[in-house]
């Protein structure tokens, strides 16, 4: 053997306690970056009557004859802080917009919406802004106007409002999964099936070929419209899975219930017997996650609640122990058929037909108002891979539908039975030999198993109250639209 002259001592682990010690140091000391301090942390621990140093960008000015006030924000806080100059000259060349750094003693403030301001004795004004151009001013804005400028429109109260909602609900996601022994998978972007079977994919092309989605991959490939099917591949590994990614489809719908590219959170969990156990799950998802919410976001909710009143009542009845309402389909038929003399439904309630919009709605906000799970809808309405109850005409799935966005997640036990499930993919007109590894994983250790996925998009749109996903997502991607 010719000796490489370098000593390689064996891997050694550290004892758990030691490793805690350490990793509990090493995050101690992570914790202290050289970067400008947020409002948040100045606000939450700054002592009355320290220096502080603070920079973020101009909301407002009002200069009086001898004492002048700005609001500023950097996006960590729903308002932001006020600063009071004592000497109105310190507030030449502030306008809203515009971003500074500014220098003073933090103080008592005697306003009710703000526990702390800052006494300037110090303002910079690092990038200027024309005040006759910027299109944000002190003003309610409409929606769609902030849509318009969607460049600018995170520095608007309700965009900046919705943005920490959506990563505090994000957290509270990974929390309820990872706190559940859930392990997150990255399922791809880039796919060879559309999973639902509908032809709503985003085909992939590549410039300068004659046959583009074939020549690069061999195949034809699309944008994921759901991480279902790869999730079920890491379900018969993991027991338990989850993902939380981007997905894509090309429906043409022109409502505010619809995007072109929007986020998934979904999960599939092996041995699982009954429908009433995902139920559960997912009942405890959104409950877990909007505690969460409540716990760190509580200013954000409360924000949107104000503009809402049936907010308030609707958060409550989520984080209560009391379990969703459960009605199967059927049972929604009967209601919608009785209903419809007074409602007048556009789409006539049937046995067989999917529930519309309309017929959601009036579930979730007139009827049961509050969350209520639809289960076991007809089998000729839903994809191929559910399974079939023992009735032969229905499907062990379920929707839970709840106020504002009606329909907020979907999942189903999976079809475990290779035969059927190759029958199915047959039944269904899937590409031949397209799904081959998705049945073969009913060849070798299958399990009962069953899933679910929710729009991210639509969860934030139901503690919010906004009436479009469009102003819920950052940059809003739909038929007809793809600015920046």
């Not at 060879?192 to 509908?198: F, I, R, V």
């Not at 109850?389 to 999942?411: F, H, I, R, S, Y």
């Not at 029958?423 to 030999?433: S, T």
Request: hydrophobic share 35%.
């Amino acid at each position: 053997m010719v000796s490489t002259g370098v000593f390689r001592a064996p891997l050694r682990f550290c004892r758990p306690s030691a490793c805690a010690r350490w990793l509990g140091g090493v995050a101690k000391d992570n914790a202290q970056l050289d970067l400008a301090p947020t409002l948040h942390s100045t606000i939450k621990t700054g002592t009355l009557g320290s220096e502080v140093t603070i920079s973020g960008w101009v909301r407002s000015v009002r200069v009086q004859k001898r004492i002048a006030f700005a609001e500023v924000s950097d996006g960590s806080t729903l308002r932001g802080i006020q600063i009071i100059m004592d000497d109105p000259h310190m507030a030449a060349g502030l306008s809203t917009g515009c971003s500074v750094e500014i220098k003073g003693r933090l103080a008592e403030s005697p306003g009710r919406e703000q526990s702390k301001e800052i006494q300037a004795t110090g303002v910079s004004i690092v990038g200027s802004a024309d005040p006759e151009t910027y299109p944000l001013q002190k003003k309610r804005h409409s929606m769609e106007f902030l849509r318009e400028i969607g460049h600018l429109r995170p520095r608007s109260q309700t965009i900046s409002a919705v943005s920490r909602l959506r990563d505090h609900a994000e957290r509270g996601l990974h929390k309820f999964f990872h706190d559940n022994e859930f392990v997150r998978i990255h399922t791809p972007t880039i796919t060879a099936n559309d999973c639902e079977g509908g032809g709503e994919a985003f085909q992939l092309a590549t410039p300068g070929t004659k046959n583009p989605a074939s020549d690069f991959f061999g195949k034809s490939v699309n944008l994921t419209v759901s991480g279902q099917l790869h999730l079920e591949v890491y379900s018969n590994a993991f027991k338990r899975v989850y993902n939380f990614n981007p997905a894509f489809r090309a429906e043409p719908s022109q409502t505010g219930r619809h995007l072109s590219e929007f986020w998934m959170v979904e999960a599939e969990c092996a041995f699982l017997h009954k429908l009433e156990q995902l139920l559960s799950v997912e009942e405890q998802m959104i409950r877990s996650t909007t505690q969460h919410l409540l716990d760190n976001a509580g200013d954000e909710l409360g924000f949107f609640a104000q503009k809402t009143e049936s907010l308030t009542k609707l958060v409550q009845q989520i984080v209560s122990n009391t379990p969703f309402t459960r009605i199967t389909y059927t049972e929604a038929i009967e209601i919608l058929q009785r209903a419809d003399a007074s409602q007048k439904f556009v789409f006539k309630p049937q046995w067989g037909q999917g529930l519309q919009s309309e017929h959601e709605r009036y579930l979730a906000t007139d009827y049961f108002d509050g969350p209520v799970f639809v289960t076991n809808y007809p089998a000729e309405i839903k994809p191929f891979y559910m399974l079939p109850n023992p009735d032969g005409k229905t499907v062990a799935c379920m929707d839970l539908l709840v106020p504002g966005p009606c329909e907020l997640l979907g999942g189903s036990l999976r079809e475990h039975d290779l035969e059927r499930i190759e029958n199915k993919i047959e039944a269904f007109g899937m590409e031949e030999g397209s799904l081959d590894w998705y049945a073969s994983l009913r060849r070798y250790g299958t399990t009962p198993h069953g899933g679910f996925g929710m729009g991210f998009e639509r969860y934030i749109q139901m503690v919010t109250g906004l009436e479009s996903v469009r102003d819920i997502i950052p940059f809003p991607r739909h038929s007809g639209r793809c600015q920046y």
